[in-house]
């Protein structure tokens, strides 16, 4: 698929009139091999977590290079302040949230040597645009030397949503009970913690 990608990004630069679309990119110049790979390394990362969806039609515009590491820790540190205070009542105060959370990154990343990119739904057809979902955030930690990517996500659902969620999934059990049906596990490599019914985190490192 990264061939393929790579190709049709390509195209796209031999059709397209603007010259400074290709020389300024959120990953850098598009006529630049290496930046065409960073762009296809993150739209596999999302489509290695959400295997239900197809995100090859994104293009760099789709991304944005965040400036500073300071600037995303205090946008995921304050989005996560609720967490926070979940976290604090299961297991206490002795050891923030946050720093255990950056701890962890920095160990799975060296996050200092990263640079730092974010996606925004832009359009239906992606898990962050389903109902219910009241916002999100997508940040790809890619660090070069390690040839490797995190991605960490989070997104907020509405409780209203979960609870038809729940309805539903409560009637599918009683019909599976009624009819014999079999039951089944599934398995995803991403990490996921739940901080509340309306709260689902997922980091994932990729290897590239």
């Not at 239900?52 to 304050?78: C, M, N, P, Q």
């Not at 923030?96 to 925004?120: G, M, N, Q, R």
Request: overall charge negative; glycine content about 6%.
């Amino acid at each position: 698929m990264s061939r393929s990608l790579d190709a049709e990004v390509v195209t796209e630069i031999v059709s397209s009139c603007s010259p400074t679309n290709l020389s300024t990119s959120p990953v850098g110049p598009l006529t630049d091999q290496n930046s065409r790979k960073t762009l296809i390394y993150l739209i596999l990362t999302l489509n290695h977590i959400y295997p239900d969806y197809d995100f090859s039609s994104l293009r760099a515009e789709h991304f944005t290079k965040e400036g500073t590491l300071s600037d995303v820790k205090t946008d995921i540190d304050t989005l996560l302040m609720e967490s926070g205070k979940v976290w604090a009542a299961r297991y206490g105060d002795e050891e923030p949230f946050h720093e255990v959370l950056w701890k962890t990154i920095d160990a799975a990343i060296e996050v200092f040597d990263c640079d730092v990119y974010s996606y925004k739904a832009v359009a239906e057809g992606d898990p962050f645009t389903d109902d219910g979902n009241l916002w999100s955030f997508n940040y790809f930690f890619y660090n070069k030397k390690l040839k490797r990517i995190l991605y960490f996500t989070m997104h907020a659902t509405s409780k209203t949503m979960l609870d038809l969620d729940s309805d539903d999934e409560l009637a599918l059990d009683e019909s599976n009970d009624q009819t014999g049906g079999t039951g089944y596990n599934s398995y995803d490599g991403s990490h996921r913690e739940s901080f509340g019914n309306d709260d689902s985190m997922i980091f994932d490192e990729m290897d590239l």
